[in-house]
């Protein structure tokens, strides 16, 4: 637990004689820390880039390069400033998501869609990251839609596998598909056999900037947002993300989703079999 922090005031209301007024403040003051924190956070993670591109923007100026150095220099500088608009983007995501009225059940979300678009987006950045040698399979479940914002699932999923992709190695096996469980709920899930994470970090996990390695994150594209951001979604969705995993055995994020905002989508007549 934190401590409590109890606020005091005196208020003189009549001679020798004082009014004494406490207020527990804890909660105002744990927020308040946790503001502070963020500010802190969001601000070393832009200036470290800018001051990459900064150096080099200095390094350029020096007529003696060559045009070797020239590109190479150039490339950093462009790695640097897509890591503050992926760092941007994810921020505004999450303040998006903070600021905006929970999403109604008036628009249906077809999942295999929107699990076909993240696993297309999860293949490039496999072939970028592990020259297409990782295995990334999708096992397709039961035609079903999901009461929700397209968009918002699309980025949790999303998020799921290029995690999964990113912290698994190339010689690894990533898998995510879709089922309905006994009750209608809805389970959409992304395993791997990667590296695993070992128990003590699993609670702060979807804190925001936490990261169980800030390098590797941080080199593979990560901005430490990313799950903060799954766990946003999944609670406007009424849902819950369960992690599993297992130091040197692989990791399983699972979205649930109640039966509530799910159902199947009914078999358009006349393409049945006869
Ligand atoms: P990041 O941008 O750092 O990936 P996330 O919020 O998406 O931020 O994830 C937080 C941390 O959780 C990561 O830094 C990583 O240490 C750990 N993590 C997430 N997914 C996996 C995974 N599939 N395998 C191993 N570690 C993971």
Redesign the pocket.
């Known amino acids: 637990g934190h401590p409590q922090h109890i606020a005091i005031q005196i208020f003189p209301y009549a001679k020798g004689r004082r009014l004494l007024l406490t207020r527990d403040v804890t909660a105002v003051e744990l927020a308040e820390a946790m503001r502070r924190d963020f500010v802190a956070n969001v601000s070393h993670e832009i200036r470290s880039p800018l001051t990459v591109i900064v150096g080099f923007i200095e390094a350029l100026q020096n007529l003696a390069l060559t045009e070797g150095e020239r590109a190479r220099y150039l490339e950093l500088m462009q790695q640097q400033a897509r890591r503050m608009q992926t760092l941007i983007d994810d921020l505004l995501m999450l303040s998006r998501l903070e600021g905006s009225p929970i999403p109604d059940d008036s628009h249906w979300v077809v999942i295999a869609d929107v699990m076909a678009e993240a696993f297309t987006q999860a293949r490039s950045l496999a072939d970028v990251l592990h020259a297409g040698q990782q295995s990334l399979v999708l096992v397709e479940g039961p035609p079903v839609e999901v009461a929700g914002a397209r968009g918002e699932l699309l980025s949790a999923i999303g998020?799921?596998l290029s995690?999964?992709v990113?912290?698994?190695p190339s010689t690894g096996r990533v898998e995510a598909g879709w089922r309905l469980l006994a009750d209608d709920e809805l389970e959409i899930y992304?395993t791997?056999d990667?590296?695993?994470?070992a128990p003590e970090?699993l609670p702060r996990?979807?804190e925001r900037f936490?990261?169980?390695?800030?390098s590797?994150?941080?080199d593979?594209?990560?901005?430490?947002?990313?799950?903060?951001?799954?766990k946003h979604v999944i609670q406007r969705h009424s849902g819950q993300l369960a992690i599993d995993?297992r130091l040197g055995e692989?990791?399983t994020?699972r979205l649930r989703l109640p039966p509530a905002r799910v159902r199947r989508i009914a078999p358009e007549p006349g393409l049945a079999a006869p």
């Open positions: 998020n799921l995690n999964a990113r912290y698994t992304v791997d990667g590296p695993g994470i970090h996990l979807t936490y990261r169980v390695d800030r590797r994150s941080r593979s594209g990560g901005t430490g947002l990313g799950l903060a951001i799954v995993s692989g990791s994020f």
